[in-house]
């Protein structure tokens, strides 16, 4: 049974982080971030909004009766585009790259098992179309699939600080969230049932944000 959210009475859910930092791309905002329960788009942020918004009825009435998840989420947007424009910036001189058109990806998130309580979590980066690093949270270390990333490889493995961190949202905070939020929108919807024409079309929105997608294939999104 599908919810109205785009949310589903299965054992499985999820919550995405989908990042994107760009340079060099005209008409294009430098930062955009998407939040995505159960690939439905929820939240939205990007550098010229310089807010976070709330995309179904449900996530706005929670964001409303506990406005500093709202302001976590806007700090945390702030923070990672700043992180993510210096990461471009420093791959472009590492890699003796050009100026030109440079896309950074990070999906990030928990996937949560309502059946058999178990969760697990993910953090993975793509650059340019492909593939760059990945967090392992059981090593606690990053992979780098590439030679290309090696040196990024080595230098984030050397702030243990923030790997323990990343452990911590993906492995305990983010699946309480989701729990919380799978229960709040069936709640919500079952009380209202209400849908949206807007909340059908986040799901065609939320599937355009991968590493492996090309720049052009992420503006053609957008244009949906």
Same mark, same amino acid.
């Given at each position: #049974?599908?919810?109205?959210?785009?949310?589903?009475?299965?054992?499985?859910?999820?919550?995405?982080?989908?990042?994107?930092?760009?340079?060099?791309?005209p008409?294009?905002?430098?930062?955009?971030?998407?939040?995505?329960?159960? !690939?439905?788009?929820?939240?939205?942020?990007?550098?010229?909004?310089?807010?976070?918004?709330?995309?179904?009825?449900?996530?706005?009435?929670?964001?409303?009766?506990?406005?500093?998840?709202?302001?976590?989420?806007?700090?945390?947007?702030? !923070?990672?585009?700043?992180?993510?424009?210096?990461?471009?910036?420093?791959l472009?001189?590492?890699?003796?790259?050009?100026?030109?058109?440079?896309?950074?990806?990070q #999906?990030?998130?928990?996937?949560?098992?309502?059946e058999?309580g178990?969760?697990?979590?993910?953090?993975?980066?793509?650059?340019?179309?492909?593939?760059?690093?990945?967090?392992?949270?059981? #090593?606690?270390?990053?992979?780098?699939?590439?030679?290309?990333?090696?040196?990024?490889?080595?230098?984030?493995?050397?702030?243990?600080?923030?790997?323990?961190?990343?452990?911590y949202?993906?492995?305990?905070?983010?699946p309480?969230?989701?729990?919380?939020?799978?229960?709040?929108?069936?709640?919500?919807?079952?009380?209202?049932?209400?849908?949206t024409?807007h !909340?059908?079309?986040?799901? #065609?929105?939320?599937?355009?944000?991968?590493?492996? !997608?090309?720049?052009?294939?992420?503006?053609?999104?957008?244009d949906?």
């Amino acid at each position: #049974m599908i919810l109205g959210s785009g949310l589903q009475y299965t054992v499985k859910h999820s919550l995405m982080f989908s990042l994107t930092a760009s340079s060099g791309v005209p008409d294009f905002p430098e930062y955009l971030g998407s939040a995505l329960v159960d !690939e439905v788009q929820v939240g939205y942020f990007d550098s010229n909004i310089k807010t976070a918004e709330p995309k179904v009825d449900w996530i706005r009435k929670l964001m409303k009766d506990d406005p500093q998840h709202l302001e976590f989420y806007v700090n945390r947007c702030i !923070e990672n585009q700043h992180f993510l424009k210096a990461t471009i910036d420093s791959l472009v001189k590492h890699l003796n790259q050009t100026k030109g058109v440079h896309i950074l990806q990070q #999906m990030s998130g928990c996937e949560w098992d309502d059946e058999t309580g178990e969760s697990r979590g993910f953090h993975q980066c793509g650059y340019d179309g492909e593939d760059f690093i990945s967090l392992d949270l059981q #090593m606690l270390t990053w992979i780098a699939p590439k030679p290309q990333a090696f040196i990024t490889k080595l230098r984030w493995d050397a702030d243990k600080d923030v790997i323990h961190g990343y452990k911590y949202y993906y492995m305990h905070l983010y699946p309480d969230w989701l729990k919380k939020y799978v229960q709040y929108a069936r709640s919500f919807l079952q009380r209202t049932g209400r849908i949206t024409q807007h !909340e059908i079309h986040t799901v #065609m929105y939320s599937i355009c944000f991968y590493p492996q !997608e090309h720049p052009v294939k992420i503006k053609q999104c957008l244009d949906i």
